[in-house]
């Protein structure tokens, strides 16, 4: 059963422009959310949050836009560069759990 | 941010052997560690919780006697995988987490069995 889904196994954009990562969750208990950026062999680094109290949460060429009556999240990467090429997980957690449940990730390649 | 260290980060071993990971927070005391395994272009799949000085909270289809996970200092958490078999080749991922914050991750081990 996964609780987090992320649909979009890759995306490719150019260099520049704005990178959309989307991710969709089912269980209403989750209340705080996470974007997790890796790479292969590595461990995962947090990006960013949003507790369920907020709609939009910004850093720098990062925002997180939260949905709560579509359970939906999505990262916008603005303007997009080569070293974001990586893989982003969304996570999240919620309620008495304190582990996160994390998506399948998307690949991200940002093209020259 | 936090530094998670893992050891090895990747080791090959025989069919039937056991295998031990470290996994370190450097720059702060965890009180909980978490373990992660991942397959090729899958998610982080948890396996178990453990918090310092007591025994680790293993997900639902995870052998117990098979990933032997101790938590014996705030600082250090050991995976051992044992008597591995082919299968159990994979990332594993150890995370830690001080209190109820952040959590950080280490690099991860790769674990290939022959």
């Known amino acids: 059963d996964q609780q987090v889904k992320q649909n979009s196994p890759s995306l490719s954009v150019q260099e520049g422009r704005i990178s959309i990562l989307n991710c969709d969750y089912t269980?209403?208990?989750?209340?705080?959310f996470l974007w997790y950026k890796k790479y292969p062999a590595e461990g995962p680094t947090f990006l960013i949050s949003i507790s369920s109290i907020k709609d939009k949460n910004e850093d720098g060429r990062f925002t997180v836009f939260l949905n709560k009556s579509a359970k939906h999240l999505s990262l916008h990467i603005v303007p997009s560069q080569p070293g974001d090429s990586a893989v982003y997980f969304c996570a999240a957690k919620g309620g008495t759990a304190s582990k996160l449940t994390f998506g399948t990730g998307t690949r991200l390649q940002v093209t020259l | 941010g936090a530094v998670v260290s893992q050891h090895p980060s990747w080791v090959i071993c025989k069919s039937g052997t056991s295998v031990k990971i470290e996994c370190r927070s450097l720059?702060?005391?965890?009180?909980?560690m978490f373990w992660y395994r991942q397959f090729p272009k899958q998610s982080l799949m948890l396996m178990a919780t453990s918090n310092e000085g007591s025994k680790a909270t293993y997900e639902q289809g995870v052998e117990k006697d098979k990933f032997l996970i101790n938590h014996a200092s705030l600082t250090l958490s050991t995976l051992t995988v044992t008597s591995a078999h082919p299968e159990d080749s994979s990332f594993y991922i150890c995370?830690?987490?001080?209190?109820?914050?952040?959590?950080?991750f280490g690099p991860g081990t790769r674990l290939t069995v022959t």
């Open positions: 995370s830690a987490r001080r209190d109820l914050g952040e959590q950080y």
């Open positions: 269980n209403s208990m989750f209340d705080y």
């Open positions: 720059d702060f005391q965890a009180t909980t």
